[in-house]
Each structure stands twice: as structure tokens, then as C-alpha cells.
């Protein structure tokens, strides 16, 4: 078969070979043997990403949050404490995705969306810099801002303010909960995402994430405190929906970490020897999202939830999808 993991178009650009397609999980009808492949099979919904956020947070639950009696009342110390290990957590996702694909460059443009490295001397950046600036807002605000919807809520469980379930009394339903968290998220990010567009939050707080046109994994954090706060803000839906720490913790921490992923830049992660005819590499995906980075009108969801194939702003990247992108476009010039 023929290499095309360096072929790139005149602007430089890189296209998979699969383009993003919307999950067979919501085809009608109903594509029971394609969903179930596509929850559980390699390469997945599940395997290997969520499966691995999730298991952070399980972590994170059981080794790395003050307990439920301390929790009780706010107090600076274990609150801090929780801080430091979600910054702990970015920087060795963000910080290693980063650290091996921008500062090593371990497998150079192989697999790159874009031909080009993030920006060292750009004054539209803090200090002038793409990396350093995106990592001061994922670390300050972002951190801040989780660290504080995740204290709160804990301090909710720990004090029964809200509707808590026993993992032990009701096993099933947590555990289905926890993959449905997965989905709620993802429903939760178009939404507020979609939201972030409207002009006057555009220009007030999202346009600092787009400021990233060509992004990398520390893009995915970096955000206006205002963004960070309607962006994190699912974990409030488990103030309403009956649930155990571990799942809003989930929700929060996966919401935290995913964006690394997605704003890799890489479609996929060579792993092992970088020998073109030997190598390994796995699925890195975020060429749905890259889309939306570069045309701003498209992709504001996921293809896990395809909520921009129901409300028509999906955009595989391919000609056709473009020509619709532009046609839209027009269209709405012409009614304004
Ligand atoms: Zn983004
Ligand atoms: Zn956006």
C-alpha cells in the first residue's frame, strides 16, 4: 500500500485516510452489531482513551482526594490539595503528550494535520509564545475553576446537600451511569460550545481558545475563565441526577484531560519503533475537532454524540462537506 501519512495538500495540510464518520450508536435503524463494536472494540468509544480517564479518576477517588468527614467543611488546605493534583494530572497528560510530540518531535510530521510548529514569537500570544501561553490558562484558570466546581461538589456529597448513591446498594445503575457520563458529556460540550459562538460570548471568551488556529495539546485547556466556567460546568448535572463522587469527579477529571487528546494535532501516536515499515501506532483521532479550529463553523460537538449531523454543521472534511460549509455560509450572508 502506498504512504500517505506525509502526503499534504498546497496549504500544507495533512487529510486521513478515514475521514470522521457519526457513530453507528444513534443510526436508524438500529445497528446493534456496529454500536456494540464501536462501544467496545479497539480503538473505540471506550478503549483506549475513556477507559483510561476513567480509570484516573477511580484513582484519583480512592488515592487522591481528602476524605469524605474533611470534605465536610470548606477549608483552604485540602482544597489546595486538590488543586495541586488536578495541575498534577494536566501537566503529565498535557505536559507528556506535549513534551513528546512538540519538544522531541519523537515522529516529526508524521501523521500531523498541519505542516507547521506552534508559534514561538507571536504577539496575539501571552509572552509571545503559543505553548507558554495555552499552558498559563489551562494551569491557572482552568485548574482554579475545576479545582473549585470539583470542591464544591464534593463538599455537597460529603455534607448529603445532594442526592448520593452507594456504589454498594445500587451497582448496576452506577456503573451504567458512569458510562453514561461519557455521553453526557459530550452532549454538555455541544451544547455549551455551540453557545460559545454566539457573538457576544465569542468575542467576550471563546475567541481566546480560537486564537489556536494550528493547535496543540495544550490548546485544549486554554480557555477564558468564562469558557472554563460554562465548559466545566456538567459536573453540576450531578446535583440533580442521583449519583456517587466518583461519577462527577469522573465527569470533571475526563473533561479535564480529554482535550489533550483532541488538540494533539497528531492523527495518531506512533508508538515503538518509528521505522516506517515496522511501526506501531494508535489512534489519536481530533481531525473532527482540527475542522473546527480551522472553519470556526463546523464540528461543535463530537461524532461519538453527532449533534452537528441532527443540526447540520457536521464536516468530515472531504470537497462535498466543504462546498455545503461554504454554501451555508452564503446563504446566511444573504439573509443578514
Ligand atoms: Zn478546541
Ligand atoms: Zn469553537
Known sequence: MPDTSEVRDRRGEWQPDA???????????????????YLFGREGFLFPYNAI???IATLAWLYLTPSMERMETLAFDWIA????RNVGLMVLVFGG??????????????YKYSDKWLATRDKRFLFGNQTLDNAFWSLVSGGIVWTAYESITLWAFANRIIPYVDWRERPVYCAL?????????????YVTHRLSHWKPLYKA?????????NVGPWSGMSMHPLEHMLYLSGIFLHWIIPSHPLHAMAHIIVSGLAPAKGHAGFYKF??????????????????FHYLHHRYFTVNFGTEAVPMDKWFGSFHDGSSEAHDAMLERRKRKRNVM
Open 53 to 55: 480517564y476513567v480509570g
Open 270 to 287: 506512533v508508538v515503538g519503533s518509528s521505522d516506517t515499515e515496522h511501526e506501531k501506532a494508535i489512534r489519536a483521532g481530533g481531525y
Open 81 to 84: 490539595l486538590v488543586y495541586l
Open 19 to 37: 475521514l470522521p464518520r457519526p457513530s453507528p450508536l444513534f443510526s436508524w435503524p438500529p445497528r446493534l452489531a456496529a454500536a456494540l463494536r
Open 177 to 189: 451511569l458512569l458510562l453514561a457520563v461519557l455521553f453526557l458529556r459530550e452532549a454538555h460540550f
Open 205 to 213: 471568551a471563546h475567541y481566546l481558545h480560537h486564537k489556536n488556529v
Open 97 to 110: 503528550l506535549h513534551l513528546r510530540l512538540y519538544v522531541k518531535r519523537a515522529q516529526g510530521t508524521r
